[in-house]
């Protein structure tokens, strides 16, 4: 059985931290899902650590749910969560939910992620009442990037820092299971998380947060174009990739590979009188 929403709500009744990945093919979902994290996020952060795109507003909602189908294959405890690319639960109730309906009835997740708070609880109101969970995203939401003018902490100035506890409360309000905080404060973080009855999961919002979800790729150091201040390195997989791939091209010029361990043997005498 996989990771229900019930289970993670009462998590945060047991004061039991919540860890989140991303993930975003079928191996390294395998990895995550038997090391028993249980709730896998197929973020839209793919467009950037994965596909190269400069930020995540590119991606459209096909590449999501080919990523998405991936993931669950790989995946057997784990709740997975799709996340909803830009613009594809703006333009209306009827958009939201066809487009929310897709991640669970094509590609297998278990939930869906969008980004926003007052300004989206209606949608996530429509989605959650036709049975689909819903995870909010708030504070530093990517999709807005030029908005808000570049990745910077959100809700520093008591105005901001209101706005930020209504967008908690709106999406609790209209029945989101969780609630993603990303770039706030720690002390901000924390008062939320205390404020609302459903679990809060940050990112760069501190120790406070009932639960923490990080980019996989970051965590494991095997995206280099830059390191968020929020990101540990548990490993730097980029340096043992590369000296890999350096080792194998140096030894296929070198003719050193393949060995014969590498290699399959036939009798030869069924190859006589195939040549003149
Ligand atoms: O797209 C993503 O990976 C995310 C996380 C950073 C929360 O939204």
Do not use: W
Request: proline share 4%; net charge negative.
């Amino acid at each position: 059985m996989r990771v229900s929403i019930n289970q993670v709500k009462e998590m945060k009744q047991r004061g039991e931290k919540i860890a989140m990945l991303t993930a975003y093919d079928y191996a390294t979902a395998k990895m995550v899902d038997e090391v028993g994290v249980p709730l896998i996020l197929v973020g839209d952060s793919l467009g950037m650590v994965v596909l190269g795109y400069e930020s995540t507003i590119p991606v459209t909602l096909e590449e999501m749910l080919h990523h998405t189908k991936a993931v669950v294959r790989g995946t057997k405890q784990a709740m997975v969560v799709g996340d909803m690319p830009f613009m594809t639960y703006h333009i209306s109730t009827e958009q939201a939910l066809t487009n929310a309906a897709r991640f669970i009835q094509e590609a297998g997740a278990q939930a869906v992620k969008l980004e926003g708070g007052i300004n989206v609880a209606d949608k996530v109101q429509k989605i959650v009442e036709c049975g689909i969970p819903v995870m909010g995203h708030i504070g530093l939401t990517p999709q807005s990037i030029h908005q808000f003018g570049g990745f910077k902490i959100q809700g520093k100035t008591p105005e901001a820092a209101a706005r930020l506890l209504d967008d908690a409360r709106a999406l609790e309000a209209a029945g989101a299971f969780s609630v993603v905080m990303e770039t706030v404060p720690t002390p901000l973080a924390a008062l939320i998380t205390r404020e609302i009855s459903i679990p809060t999961i940050g990112i760069g919002a501190g120790i406070g947060c009932d639960g923490q979800v990080q980019v996989i790729n970051d965590i494991l150091g095997s995206f280099t174009d830059f390191v968020p201040k929020h990101a540990k390195q548990y490993a730097k997989l980029a340096s043992i990739m590369s000296n890999a791939i350096g080792e194998y091209y140096e030894e296929v010029k070198a003719g050193k590979f393949p060995t014969e361990a590498n290699s399959f043997s036939m009798d030869e005498s069924a190859l006589a009188g195939l040549t003149k």
